[in-house]
C-alpha cells in the first residue's frame, strides 16, 4: 500500500488525509500534542504524538517508505520537515506556505511542492471574477513551471494552443477548465478563466508569462 506521512493538523491537513485514504493511501499523522491526536481521532490513520522535526520520529513513522510527505505546521516546522524528506529520498514533498516572501523561495530551492495559502485564495477569486493570476511552482537553473489563469482582457483569448507554444517556444501539458482537466492539444483554443499550466527553459517561461499575464 502506497504510504503518505502528514505532519500538522487542521481542517486542510484532516480533509487531505481523508482524500489520500479514500484512494488507496495508508496515512500517517505526526501532531505535537494529545488534544491535536484528538482532533484526528475519526480519521483512519497511524497517528503519532511528538516533536515534529524529531528525526527518530519521522523514522518511526516511515519516512523512509513513504512516497508522499505533506507539511501543514507552521513554516519553520514545514521547511524542516521537508529538508528532510528530501534528503530522506520521498519521491514527494508538499508544504502549505503561510509567508510567501520569506519561505516560499527556500521551499522551491529544496524542489518542494510549495503551496502559498495566499495564492491558494487568489486563485480561486481570480478565476470566479475571470481575472488575471500567476503562480511559481517550480524552478531550478534550467526550467520553470508557472500556473497562469486568463483574464477576460488576455489578448489570446481564441488563439490556439499550439500557436501559443510554438510562439513562446514552451510547453502546455494540462490546461483546467471550470471542473475538467484537459491534455494540452494544438487546437484547444484558450478562453477566459482558463488555468494554463506553463512548463519549459526558464526564460521561455517568463517571457510567456509576461504576455499571458
Known sequence: MRRALIVG???ISISVARLLINNGYDATFIVKSEHEGQVVRDVPAYVYVSDQVNEEVLDNAGID????????????????????ARSRGVPVVM??????????DRFIELGVYAIPIVDAVISKI?????????QLLFADELVQAYYVVISMDSPYLGDELGQLERRCGVSIPLVIRGNEVILGRDNLSIEAGDKL?????????V??????Y
Not at 481570480?126 to 500567476?134: E, G, N, Q
Request: hydrophobic share 45%; charged share 30%.
Open 207 to 212: 517571457r510567456c508569462v509576461e504576455k499571458l
Open 9 to 11: 493538523v487542521n481542517g
Open 95 to 104: 508544504a502549505l506556505v503561510n509567508d510567501k516572501e520569506n519561505y516560499l
Open 65 to 84: 517508505k513513504a512516497e508522499l510527505v505533506l507539511s501543514f505546521a507552521d513554516d519553520e516546522t514545514n521547511l524542516k520537515v521537508a529538508s528532510i
Open 197 to 205: 499550466l506553463i512548463v519549459g527553459r526558464s526564460d521561455a517561461v
Open 126 to 134: 481570480a478565476h470566479y471574477l475571470r481575472m488575471p493570476f500567476k
